[in-house]
């Protein structure tokens, strides 16, 4: 029985991977008056007076929404919200047993971003941050900037900043291994979508050097034709030397590849072409080079989305922390600073004794590494003075 077999077994078996669960019994009738009628009217009427309690009166505080329109469900695409549903359930899980957040999932039955913005601003009362998962790009930008406009809890597209927080904390261990400079690299990422647009958008903040973006007719340069609004916002900022031509073009002479594209793009003969090369290949379940071929290319530092090979890319490094520390100062948004802060967290949670070509990131099952995520983001909000706890 191969993997697929067996989840849909699980699936089947569980009838879901989340349920709610009360946080004090309900055995006397003095309870069901504290728990409910007539005691709940009291803090109603608290809050009511000052909506501020709401965040201490009711499990806003620590509850995340979970959110998607089902369009672009890992690499299956657009499938819909329902069948996104197992997904956002597997991401509450992720929250609850990593973070100790509690997350709640809500499937969107529309793709016009008016109706699906209006939607999650209405139901946002209910929660303390809103997680916004498997959005198609480009779609995904205007819907997480008018809501973080509208809203005042944190509202975070993890598939865009979660997966950019990770590759910097990796790329900044590799470029350690490698013994690069940051501010003289060249880093090559394929694939301009949600993910691949707000991984170069973080590099260039950090300050790791060019960032060269590429996509299914090759590099993006300034000036181009027919790009979105993403690609064309980044086109300003990247490519520095314009250069024009395909992914092999692109890779060579550069320092490293970050893949968030397709199957079997790249081959050993392209990453040959590198310098030391840094092979971020992220691509689900097949990534855009397999590991041994990249090695045969001579790449130095091979990282992949899979847990079968050592320097698993994985978000579930990012997202836990990050709420958990937004939650705990009730910080009205996740900044740019909070992003570079909790990369270099995780970064530094590998020793320079531990660190390696084979381990540059802590372990995707690391408990403890929601925690050093949530004390760099909590430490960066109340420095930026928009800690509100």
Avoid at 27 to 33: C, G, I, V
Avoid at 171 to 189: D, E, P, R
Wanted: charged residues 25%.
């Amino acid at each position: 029985m191969d993997i697929n077999e067996k989840a849909l077994n699980l699936h089947y078996e569980l009838q879901g991977k989340i349920e709610v669960v009360s946080r004090r019994s309900i055995e006397t009738r003095e309870d069901l008056s504290l728990m409910y009628t007539p005691g709940v009217a009291e803090p109603c009427r608290v809050i009511a007076k000052d909506y501020e309690q709401s965040f201490r009166l009711t499990r806003r505080s620590n509850l995340v929404a979970v959110i998607t329109d089902g369009s672009a469900v890992l690499g299956l695409g657009d499938i819909g919200p329902a069948a996104g549903m197992p997904v956002m359930e597997g991401k509450c899980a992720l929250f609850k047993e990593f973070g100790g957040v509690d997350a709640f999932p809500i499937c969107v039955n529309t793709k016009d971003v008016d109706k699906l913005v209006e939607t999650i601003y209405l139901i946002s009362k209910s929660f303390g941050g809103i997680n916004l998962e498997d959005i198609a790009a480009p779609r995904c930008f205007e819907v997480e900037r008018r809501l973080k406009e509208l809203c005042d809890i944190p509202v975070f597209h993890d598939d865009q900043h979660g997966t950019a927080i990770v590759v910097a904390a990796a790329m900044l261990n590799a470029a350690k291994v490698t013994g690069k400079t940051l501010g003289q690299m060249k880093i090559v990422i394929n694939g301009a979508g949600a993910a691949g647009i707000a991984i170069g958008k973080l590099l260039i903040s950090m300050g790791f050097g060019n960032i060269v973006m590429c996509d299914i007719n090759g590099i993006i340069c300034e000036g181009d034709q027919g790009l979105n609004a993403g690609q064309e916002e980044i086109s300003h900022i990247s490519n520095l030397n314009h250069e024009h031509g395909t992914l092999a073009d692109a890779l060579k002479g550069a320092d490293a590849f970050v893949g968030v594209s397709r199957p079997n793009l790249v081959t050993a003969e392209m990453v040959s072409t590198m310098k030391d090369g840094i092979v971020f290949a992220m691509a689900n379940p097949t990534p855009e080079i397999m590991p041994d071929e990249a090695k045969k290319g001579g790449a130095a530092v091979i990282g992949t989305g899979r847990s079968d090979f050592p320097n698993q890319i994985n978000n579930v490094l990012v997202f836990p922390g990050i709420f958990k520390g937004a939650l705990a100062v009730r910080a009205r948004e996740i900044t740019e600073g909070m992003k570079i802060r909790a990369a270099k967290a995780l970064a530094a949670l590998v020793t320079d004794d531990q660190l390696s070509p084979e381990y540059i990131l802590p372990s995707a099952l690391d408990k403890s590494v929601a925690d050093a995520v949530a004390d760099a983001v909590a430490q960066e909000a109340r420095e930026q003075g928009i800690a509100r706890a």
